[in-house]
């Protein structure tokens, strides 16, 4: 039975207020506005077995936020700031998990949850306005409000190679690691997927492997992440000033907790532009490394190819193998999700670690000993499948999840998920979506913080003024997702080929999934519908 609090629900006919699905950033903090400030009935659930969200099941060796430890946190506590001490630069998943444990102890959030509980079903009735939702564990729950913190990488993407359960060694995917870690000493290791989570994977299992073999399909540009514990200085600098740091990362575009460059590189000699490069190089991060440096590298082809330019060189002169230098390479645009690594280059110069590219020795089929390709096959004891996320929209499309008049949000999404201001979907009444498709694309708890907060005084606006149900404007909708197109168009980032548009996904409509714009244009955004009384809104 759904665990329920001992609070009578505000509305009519429904169980509770609201209903939150997720315990990670967003699932939290909202659980933590709609009860401890609203004061409002609350069910909440997650399919783990605590809180944590994507850092409750990416356990996988050398899992880390490309973002620094000093604003990947809530900014709203004051007190929290102060008390909790982040042992490194750039955060790792264990940090990650016991800051957001810390937090759910701190609001005593886990008595709104339950756990190991998966929401399968969410039906809009509108002879009730009320969200008609059921569980894994057989619970039917009815409320005001649907509000979904699902995480834009949630949804694995797990490649259905032919033969893939007739391996007899081990298989893991990374979006799933077994909580007791997996030991690979003396193990032959297959990796496949050199993204973000592949690379991290691929540098901390070498050391420990007897042998790893990197199937790689597309060669990334990987920056130094130059992490390494915070000196006690530096943490105590951070929190001194922590009210001009979060002003500067509200008004930024990336959020990220630096200022982003002004300076163009396109008309720059090589000279200039590595000088730059190389300093950043020795810094660490991937963000930093595109953003800090230039301020035309994402928008200007010709600074991009500096930039790329210079990685390439670095790639080349880092890999002792020529041929091993060659395949890691790449010779597209830097225009992906920027990529930061703790060595990963300088792996491929172990002697225990091979490269095959699958593009041009594709993988035919995973056998009970290995995995099969074009050219032969290696025999491995474990497999690790790092290929990603179906990104931003295949956590709600695997639901069975349906609006006014029975529209199932995976057909209106079949052409690309949209949305307004990332938050709200026409045709899905008094339903909200932190990180949902087309909100900011920066560093996500500043973006999170801000939908939870817009979304929070949305429904407070409501309650006030007595209203059942809320219904978005699908020409504001619409608009939402052209201005989202337009700004993407006038950066690079279409013309690679990126999860942050579906590509990594085979049949999926490549198609925008985040605004581009930057935090504090998408601040002035939500608050300019406030500002107009909610215009794109009918209430009822």
């Not at 200085?233 to 002003?247: F, G, S, V």
Request: glycine residues 8%; negative net charge; hydrophobic residues 35%.
């Amino acid at each position: 039975m759904t665990t329920q609090n001992k609070e009578v629900t505000t509305v009519s006919g429904a169980d509770v207020d609201a209903i939150v699905v997720g315990a990670g950033f967003g699932g939290l903090y909202m659980t933590y506005k709609l009860r401890n400030e609203l004061g409002l009935k609350i069910q909440s659930y997650d399919n783990g077995s605590d809180v944590g969200g994507t850092w409750y099941w990416n356990r996988y060796p050398g899992a880390l936020s490309d973002t620094e430890s000093f604003v990947y946190c809530f900014s709203f506590d004051k007190d929290l700031l102060q008390e909790w001490t982040w042992k490194n630069r750039y955060v790792t998943q264990p940090e990650i998990l016991a800051y957001l444990n810390n937090f759910a102890d701190r609001f005593e959030l886990r008595k709104h949850y339950q756990f190991n509980t998966k929401v399968t079903k969410a039906v809009f009735n509108e002879s009730t306005n009320l969200w008609e939702v059921e569980t894994d564990k057989g619970d039917k729950v009815t409320a005001q409000y649907l509000i979904t913190g699902l995480g834009l990488l949630s949804a694995a993407n797990k490649p259905n190679f032919k033969g893939h359960d007739a391996f007899k060694g081990e298989q893991y995917h990374t979006s799933n690691w077994p909580r007791g870690g997996v030991d690979f000493t003396g193990k032959r290791v297959g990796v496949i997927g050199t993204g973000s989570t592949g690379v991290q994977t691929i540098t901390a299992a070498a050391p420990s492997a007897k042998h790893l073999t990197v199937f790689q399909r597309s060669p990334q540009y990987s920056v130094p992440v130059a992490n390494g514990p915070m000196p006690k200085e530096a943490t105590d600098k951070i929190k001194a000033n922590y009210d001009p740091i979060w002003n500067q990362v509200s008004e930024s575009s990336l959020a990220f907790g630096f200022v982003e460059s002004e300076v163009p590189a396109a008309d720059l000699s090589e000279a200039e532009t590595d000088k730059v490069f190389e300093a950043a190089w020795k810094n660490g991060g991937g963000f930093r490394f595109m953003f800090e440096t230039f301020s035309d590298i994402a928008t200007d082809i010709k600074a991009n190819e500096a930039a790329a330019s210079f990685i390439r060189r670095k790639i080349s002169t880092i890999v002792k193998d020529p041929e091993t230098a060659a395949m890691l390479t790449p010779h597209d645009i830097y225009a992906k999700r920027p990529l930061c690594d703790s060595g990963y280059y300088d792996t491929f110069n172990r002697d225990n670690v091979s490269l095959v590219d699958v593009k041009t020795n594709p993988i035919t089929e995973v056998t009970s000993s290995g995995i099969r390709t074009d050219q032969g096959e290696y025999e491995l004891d474990i497999i690790i499948y790092a290929t990603g996320f179906d990104a931003v929209d295949g956590s709600y499309t695997r639901l069975d999840l349906r609006g006014t008049d029975g529209l199932q949000i995976k057909d209106k999404w079949a052409d690309g998920p949209t949305s307004y201001l990332g938050m709200t979907c026409a045709g899905f009444p008094n339903m909200f979506t932190v990180l949902g498709p087309n909100g900011p694309f920066t560093n996500l708890p500043p973006s999170i913080e801000t939908q939870v907060n817009w979304i929070a005084d949305f429904i407070s606006k409501m309650r006030k003024d007595k209203n059942a149900v809320m219904e978005l404007s699908l020409t504001a909708e619409n608009q939402w997702t052209a201005t989202c197109s337009e700004i993407a168009d006038m950066t690079l980032f279409p013309k690679a080929e990126s999860w942050i548009f579906g590509a990594n996904i085979p049949g999926k409509s490549n198609s925008v999934m985040f605004y581009l714009g930057g935090l504090s244009n998408y601040r002035q955004a939500i608050n300019d519908e406030v500002a107009s009384g909610y215009s794109s809104f009918t209430f009822n």
